[in-house]
Protein backbone atom coordinates (compact mmCIF):
# COMPACT_ATOMS: atom_id res chain seq x y z
CA UNK A 1 0.00 0.00 0.00
CA UNK A 2 2.84 2.34 0.92
CA UNK A 3 3.89 2.36 -2.56
CA UNK A 4 0.85 3.51 -4.84
CA UNK A 5 1.18 6.95 -5.82
CA UNK A 6 -0.82 9.82 -4.37
CA UNK A 7 -2.89 10.47 -8.08
CA UNK A 8 -4.11 6.34 -7.94
CA UNK A 9 -4.52 6.60 -3.85
CA UNK A 10 -6.63 9.72 -4.65
CA UNK A 11 -8.81 8.07 -7.38
CA UNK A 12 -9.43 5.07 -5.49
CA UNK A 13 -10.46 7.23 -2.45
CA UNK A 14 -12.55 9.36 -4.77
CA UNK A 15 -14.46 5.83 -6.28
CA UNK A 16 -15.26 5.03 -2.70
CA UNK A 17 -17.02 8.50 -1.67
CA UNK A 18 -18.77 8.19 -5.02
CA UNK A 19 -20.82 5.34 -3.83
CA UNK A 20 -21.88 6.99 -0.63
CA UNK A 21 -24.87 9.42 0.15
CA UNK A 22 -23.63 12.90 0.51
CA UNK A 23 -24.90 13.18 3.72
CA UNK A 24 -23.58 10.44 4.90
CA UNK A 25 -20.38 10.98 4.16
CA UNK A 26 -19.22 10.57 7.95
CA UNK A 27 -19.70 7.17 7.70
CA UNK A 28 -16.54 6.64 5.95
CA UNK A 29 -15.00 4.81 8.63
CA UNK A 30 -17.88 1.85 7.52
CA UNK A 31 -16.04 0.57 4.51
CA UNK A 32 -13.19 -1.32 4.45
CA UNK A 33 -11.30 -0.55 1.70
CA UNK A 34 -11.75 2.96 2.24
CA UNK A 35 -9.97 2.39 5.94
CA UNK A 36 -7.15 0.60 4.26
CA UNK A 37 -6.22 3.72 2.08
CA UNK A 38 -7.00 6.27 4.47
CA UNK A 39 -4.83 4.78 7.33
CA UNK A 40 -2.01 4.88 4.82
CA UNK A 41 -2.37 8.62 3.93
CA UNK A 42 -0.19 10.75 5.29
CA UNK A 43 -1.01 14.28 6.52
CA UNK A 44 0.82 16.03 3.57
CA UNK A 45 -1.04 13.86 1.12
CA UNK A 46 -4.35 14.28 2.60
CA UNK A 47 -4.15 17.84 2.65
CA UNK A 48 -2.83 17.16 -1.07
CA UNK A 49 -6.07 15.35 -2.40
CA UNK A 50 -8.36 17.91 -0.50
CA UNK A 51 -6.37 20.85 -2.32
CA UNK A 52 -7.04 18.35 -5.89
CA UNK A 53 -10.83 17.91 -4.95
CA UNK A 54 -11.36 21.65 -4.39
CA UNK A 55 -10.04 22.47 -7.79
CA UNK A 56 -12.40 21.78 -10.33
CA UNK A 57 -12.06 22.03 -14.10
CA UNK A 58 -15.07 21.87 -16.50
CA UNK A 59 -14.81 22.49 -20.38
CA UNK A 60 -17.93 23.72 -21.85
CA UNK A 61 -19.45 24.04 -26.14
CA UNK A 62 -16.66 26.95 -26.50
CA UNK A 63 -15.18 28.14 -23.03
CA UNK A 64 -13.43 26.58 -19.87
CA UNK A 65 -13.96 27.47 -15.99
CA UNK A 66 -12.02 26.12 -12.98
CA UNK A 67 -12.01 26.73 -9.64
CA UNK A 68 -8.35 27.43 -8.05
CA UNK A 69 -8.00 28.61 -4.39
CA UNK A 70 -11.45 28.77 -4.50
CA UNK A 71 -12.03 31.18 -7.10
CA UNK A 72 -13.17 30.83 -10.37
CA UNK A 73 -11.56 31.50 -13.52
CA UNK A 74 -12.57 31.59 -16.45
CA UNK A 75 -11.30 31.67 -20.22
CA UNK A 76 -12.19 30.97 -24.13
CA UNK A 77 -15.47 32.45 -26.07
CA UNK A 78 -17.16 35.14 -24.09
CA UNK A 79 -20.39 36.26 -25.82
CA UNK A 80 -22.51 36.01 -23.21
CA UNK A 81 -20.08 36.87 -20.37
CA UNK A 82 -19.95 32.94 -19.43
CA UNK A 83 -16.31 33.65 -19.01
CA UNK A 84 -16.27 37.62 -17.59
CA UNK A 85 -19.74 38.01 -15.47
CA UNK A 86 -18.25 35.48 -12.40
CA UNK A 87 -17.84 36.78 -9.28
CA UNK A 88 -15.36 36.30 -6.72
CA UNK A 89 -17.47 37.53 -4.20
CA UNK A 90 -17.45 34.03 -2.13
CA UNK A 91 -15.99 30.61 -2.10
CA UNK A 92 -16.83 27.43 -4.58
CA UNK A 93 -16.95 23.52 -4.54
CA UNK A 94 -18.32 22.88 -7.91
CA UNK A 95 -18.36 24.08 -10.96
CA UNK A 96 -19.65 23.22 -14.59
CA UNK A 97 -19.16 25.30 -18.25
CA UNK A 98 -22.36 24.78 -20.33
CA UNK A 99 -23.20 25.80 -23.97
CA UNK A 100 -22.79 29.77 -23.45
CA UNK A 101 -23.35 29.77 -19.18
CA UNK A 102 -21.71 28.85 -16.42
CA UNK A 103 -22.93 27.28 -13.29
CA UNK A 104 -21.10 26.69 -9.72
CA UNK A 105 -22.06 25.63 -6.34
CA UNK A 106 -20.76 28.12 -3.22
CA UNK A 107 -19.54 26.54 -0.41
CA UNK A 108 -22.79 27.19 1.57
CA UNK A 109 -24.45 24.80 -1.02
CA UNK A 110 -26.18 27.44 -3.27
CA UNK A 111 -25.96 27.26 -7.36
CA UNK A 112 -25.26 30.70 -8.84
CA UNK A 113 -24.79 31.10 -12.83
CA UNK A 114 -24.24 34.11 -15.16
CA UNK A 115 -23.46 34.17 -19.19
CA UNK A 116 -26.54 33.58 -21.82
CA UNK A 117 -29.91 33.35 -19.54
CA UNK A 118 -31.89 31.94 -22.67
CA UNK A 119 -35.16 29.71 -21.18
CA UNK A 120 -33.74 30.92 -17.49
CA UNK A 121 -30.46 28.77 -17.29
CA UNK A 122 -29.10 31.68 -15.31
CA UNK A 123 -32.07 33.16 -13.38
CA UNK A 124 -34.71 30.02 -12.56
CA UNK A 125 -31.90 28.90 -10.36
CA UNK A 126 -33.30 26.22 -7.61
CA UNK A 127 -32.86 27.63 -3.72
CA UNK A 128 -30.95 25.42 -1.35
CA UNK A 129 -32.84 25.14 2.08
CA UNK A 130 -32.45 23.95 5.14
CA UNK A 131 -30.92 20.23 4.96
CA UNK A 132 -30.73 20.44 1.27
CA UNK A 133 -28.04 21.90 -0.22
CA UNK A 134 -26.18 21.61 -3.30
CA UNK A 135 -23.58 18.64 -3.86
CA UNK A 136 -22.85 18.80 -7.75
CA UNK A 137 -23.90 20.48 -11.17
CA UNK A 138 -24.52 19.48 -14.69
CA UNK A 139 -25.24 22.64 -17.12
CA UNK A 140 -26.01 21.24 -20.75
CA UNK A 141 -26.35 23.11 -23.81
CA UNK A 142 -29.55 24.17 -23.19
CA UNK A 143 -30.72 23.10 -20.15
CA UNK A 144 -29.32 22.23 -16.23
CA UNK A 145 -29.27 19.29 -13.53
CA UNK A 146 -28.27 19.29 -9.94
CA UNK A 147 -28.25 16.88 -7.03
CA UNK A 148 -29.44 17.60 -3.30
CA UNK A 149 -27.96 16.53 -0.36
CA UNK A 150 -30.37 14.77 -0.34
CA UNK A 151 -29.75 12.58 -3.08
CA UNK A 152 -32.73 14.21 -5.28
CA UNK A 153 -32.30 15.65 -8.11
CA UNK A 154 -33.31 19.57 -9.48
CA UNK A 155 -33.75 20.47 -13.13
CA UNK A 156 -34.18 23.92 -14.64
CA UNK A 157 -33.73 25.37 -18.39
CA UNK A 158 -35.33 24.24 -21.89
CA UNK A 159 -37.71 21.51 -21.36
CA UNK A 160 -39.10 20.79 -25.25
CA UNK A 161 -38.71 17.37 -24.77
CA UNK A 162 -39.06 16.51 -20.75
CA UNK A 163 -35.47 16.73 -20.26
CA UNK A 164 -36.47 18.76 -16.50
CA UNK A 165 -39.48 17.79 -16.08
CA UNK A 166 -39.23 14.11 -16.56
CA UNK A 167 -37.05 12.87 -13.88
CA UNK A 168 -38.00 9.63 -12.86
CA UNK A 169 -38.57 8.15 -9.30
CA UNK A 170 -36.21 6.76 -7.24
CA UNK A 171 -36.73 3.07 -6.02
CA UNK A 172 -36.48 3.09 -2.02
CA UNK A 173 -33.06 2.67 -0.52
CA UNK A 174 -31.63 4.66 -3.25
CA UNK A 175 -30.41 7.97 -4.08
CA UNK A 176 -28.41 9.91 -6.90
CA UNK A 177 -24.99 9.83 -7.36
CA UNK A 178 -24.18 12.64 -10.04
CA UNK A 179 -26.32 13.53 -13.16
CA UNK A 180 -24.64 14.75 -16.65
CA UNK A 181 -27.21 17.09 -19.23
CA UNK A 182 -26.69 16.64 -22.71
CA UNK A 183 -28.38 18.62 -25.37
CA UNK A 184 -32.06 17.31 -25.14
CA UNK A 185 -31.61 14.49 -22.99
CA UNK A 186 -30.50 14.01 -19.00
CA UNK A 187 -28.77 11.49 -17.30
CA UNK A 188 -28.37 10.46 -13.99
CA UNK A 189 -26.44 7.56 -11.83
CA UNK A 190 -28.18 5.74 -9.03
CA UNK A 191 -26.42 4.56 -5.63
CA UNK A 192 -27.53 1.04 -6.77
CA UNK A 193 -25.10 1.66 -9.64
CA UNK A 194 -28.45 2.19 -12.81
CA UNK A 195 -28.16 4.61 -15.06
CA UNK A 196 -31.51 6.61 -15.90
CA UNK A 197 -32.24 8.43 -18.58
CA UNK A 198 -35.15 11.14 -19.97
CA UNK A 199 -35.65 13.82 -22.40
CA UNK A 200 -35.23 13.53 -26.28
CA UNK A 201 -34.48 9.60 -27.45
CA UNK A 202 -34.97 10.28 -30.94
CA UNK A 203 -31.42 8.36 -31.59
CA UNK A 204 -31.97 6.02 -28.75
CA UNK A 205 -29.68 7.84 -26.12
CA UNK A 206 -32.21 7.58 -22.90
CA UNK A 207 -33.93 4.22 -23.96
CA UNK A 208 -31.09 1.83 -25.37
CA UNK A 209 -29.25 1.69 -21.94
CA UNK A 210 -26.85 -1.27 -21.66
CA UNK A 211 -28.22 -3.98 -19.05
CA UNK A 212 -25.70 -4.34 -16.19
CA UNK A 213 -24.43 -8.80 -15.63
CA UNK A 214 -24.79 -9.90 -11.93
CA UNK A 215 -21.97 -7.96 -10.03
CA UNK A 216 -21.27 -5.13 -11.81
CA UNK A 217 -22.51 -1.59 -11.66
CA UNK A 218 -22.19 1.60 -13.85
CA UNK A 219 -19.84 4.04 -11.59
CA UNK A 220 -19.73 6.96 -14.40
CA UNK A 221 -22.23 8.55 -16.90
CA UNK A 222 -21.77 11.63 -19.55
CA UNK A 223 -24.32 12.78 -22.23
CA UNK A 224 -23.01 13.90 -25.14
CA UNK A 225 -25.30 16.12 -27.64
CA UNK A 226 -26.98 13.07 -28.61
CA UNK A 227 -25.18 10.32 -27.50
CA UNK A 228 -24.53 8.63 -24.02
CA UNK A 229 -21.64 7.44 -22.04
CA UNK A 230 -20.67 4.97 -19.40
CA UNK A 231 -18.44 3.07 -17.48
CA UNK A 232 -18.98 0.43 -16.06
CA UNK A 233 -17.05 -1.08 -12.35
CA UNK A 234 -15.04 -3.40 -14.44
CA UNK A 235 -13.09 -0.75 -16.17
CA UNK A 236 -14.96 -1.18 -20.01
CA UNK A 237 -16.79 1.53 -21.48
CA UNK A 238 -20.22 1.35 -23.37
CA UNK A 239 -22.09 4.10 -25.49
CA UNK A 240 -25.52 4.64 -27.02
CA UNK A 241 -27.43 6.84 -29.31
CA UNK A 242 -26.25 8.96 -31.93
CA UNK A 243 -23.12 7.10 -33.79
CA UNK A 244 -22.60 8.94 -36.42
CA UNK A 245 -19.01 9.19 -36.33
CA UNK A 246 -18.44 6.28 -34.75
CA UNK A 247 -18.74 8.04 -30.80
CA UNK A 248 -20.80 4.42 -30.06
CA UNK A 249 -19.15 1.62 -32.09
CA UNK A 250 -15.74 3.04 -32.50
CA UNK A 251 -15.03 2.35 -28.18
CA UNK A 252 -10.99 1.70 -28.48
CA UNK A 253 -10.35 -2.49 -27.24
CA UNK A 254 -7.87 -2.19 -23.90
CA UNK A 255 -4.63 -3.96 -24.46
CA UNK A 256 -3.77 -7.00 -22.17
CA UNK A 257 -3.79 -5.72 -18.59
CA UNK A 258 -5.45 -2.22 -18.81
CA UNK A 259 -8.74 -0.74 -17.75
CA UNK A 260 -10.61 2.60 -18.22
CA UNK A 261 -10.72 5.14 -15.11
CA UNK A 262 -12.17 7.84 -16.03
CA UNK A 263 -14.61 9.28 -18.81
CA UNK A 264 -15.59 12.39 -20.81
CA UNK A 265 -18.24 12.94 -23.87
CA UNK A 266 -17.56 16.23 -25.71
CA UNK A 267 -20.31 17.02 -28.62
CA UNK A 268 -19.68 13.96 -30.54
CA UNK A 269 -16.52 12.73 -29.36
CA UNK A 270 -15.14 10.81 -26.28
CA UNK A 271 -12.39 10.89 -24.36
CA UNK A 272 -11.22 8.34 -21.47
CA UNK A 273 -8.16 7.33 -19.69
CA UNK A 274 -6.38 4.28 -19.21
CA UNK A 275 -5.02 3.01 -16.14
CA UNK A 276 -1.76 3.06 -17.67
CA UNK A 277 -2.30 7.33 -17.53
CA UNK A 278 -3.03 7.44 -21.44
CA UNK A 279 -5.79 9.19 -23.29
CA UNK A 280 -7.98 7.69 -25.46
CA UNK A 281 -10.41 9.38 -27.80
CA UNK A 282 -12.60 8.57 -30.84
CA UNK A 283 -15.78 9.68 -33.05
CA UNK A 284 -15.57 13.02 -35.03
CA UNK A 285 -12.02 14.33 -34.89
CA UNK A 286 -12.69 17.44 -37.22
CA UNK A 287 -10.65 19.97 -34.95
CA UNK A 288 -7.83 17.73 -33.81
CA UNK A 289 -9.87 17.00 -30.72
CA UNK A 290 -9.22 13.29 -30.71
CA UNK A 291 -5.67 13.21 -32.56
CA UNK A 292 -3.44 15.66 -31.31
CA UNK A 293 -3.19 14.57 -27.81
CA UNK A 294 -0.08 16.29 -26.78
CA UNK A 295 2.84 13.87 -25.04
CA UNK A 296 3.52 13.12 -21.94
CA UNK A 297 7.38 13.85 -20.51
CA UNK A 298 8.99 10.44 -19.16
CA UNK A 299 7.56 9.85 -15.68
CA UNK A 300 3.93 12.29 -16.29
CA UNK A 301 0.55 10.70 -16.49
CA UNK A 302 -2.88 12.50 -17.45
CA UNK A 303 -5.01 12.09 -14.41
CA UNK A 304 -8.44 13.77 -15.31
CA UNK A 305 -9.72 14.50 -19.25
CA UNK A 306 -12.44 16.68 -20.06
CA UNK A 307 -14.33 17.02 -23.34
CA UNK A 308 -15.56 20.49 -25.00
CA UNK A 309 -17.49 20.89 -27.89
CA UNK A 310 -14.63 20.44 -30.13
CA UNK A 311 -11.81 20.98 -27.52
CA UNK A 312 -10.23 18.86 -24.95
CA UNK A 313 -8.42 19.60 -21.93
CA UNK A 314 -6.38 17.39 -19.71
CA UNK A 315 -4.75 17.82 -16.28
CA UNK A 316 -1.30 15.90 -15.97
CA UNK A 317 0.24 14.04 -12.69
CA UNK A 318 2.59 17.24 -12.56
CA UNK A 319 -0.46 19.40 -11.79
CA UNK A 320 0.24 21.22 -15.46
CA UNK A 321 -3.65 21.63 -17.64
CA UNK A 322 -3.09 20.82 -21.42
CA UNK A 323 -5.50 21.30 -24.33
CA UNK A 324 -6.11 20.40 -28.27
CA UNK A 325 -8.83 20.68 -30.52
CA UNK A 326 -10.41 23.99 -31.71
CA UNK A 327 -8.67 27.11 -30.85
CA UNK A 328 -10.22 29.62 -31.95
CA UNK A 329 -11.17 31.67 -28.75
CA UNK A 330 -8.45 30.63 -26.77
CA UNK A 331 -9.72 27.71 -25.21
CA UNK A 332 -6.99 25.39 -25.74
CA UNK A 333 -3.91 28.57 -25.71
CA UNK A 334 -4.87 30.54 -23.35
CA UNK A 335 -5.23 28.03 -19.86
CA UNK A 336 -3.92 29.58 -17.11
CA UNK A 337 -0.31 29.58 -16.40
CA UNK A 338 -0.39 27.99 -13.18
CA UNK A 339 -0.93 24.09 -12.70
CA UNK A 340 -3.76 22.17 -10.67
CA UNK A 341 -1.53 21.46 -7.55
CA UNK A 342 -1.83 16.76 -8.70
CA UNK A 343 1.19 15.14 -7.66
CA UNK A 344 2.29 12.46 -9.02
Known sequence: MDKIPLWLKSQILRYYICQLKPSDLINLYAHPWLVK???????????????????MLSAGLLHNIMIKNDLLIAWGYDCAGQCSHLSNRTYYLS?????????AITRDGQIIAWGN???????????????????????????????????????????DYGQCTNIPILPDGTHYLSVSAGEFHSLALRSDGQIVAWGNGNWGQ???????????????????????????????????????????????????????????????????????????????????????IMDLPEGIRYVSVLAGGHH???????????????????????????????QS
Request: include cysteine; charged fraction near 15%.
Open 95 to 103: VSAGGIHSL
Open 117 to 159: DHNGNCTNLPVATKGAHYVSVSAGENHNLAIRSDGQIVAWGND
Open 37 to 55: ILEQLSAQEWSQIYQNDRQ
Open 206 to 292: CTNIPVLPNGTRYISVNAGESHSLALRNDGQIFAWGCDNWGQCTNIPVLPNGTRYLSISSGLYYNLAIRNDGRIIAWGKDDEGQCTN
Open 312 to 342: SLAIRSDGQIVGWGNDDDGQCSKIPSFGMGV
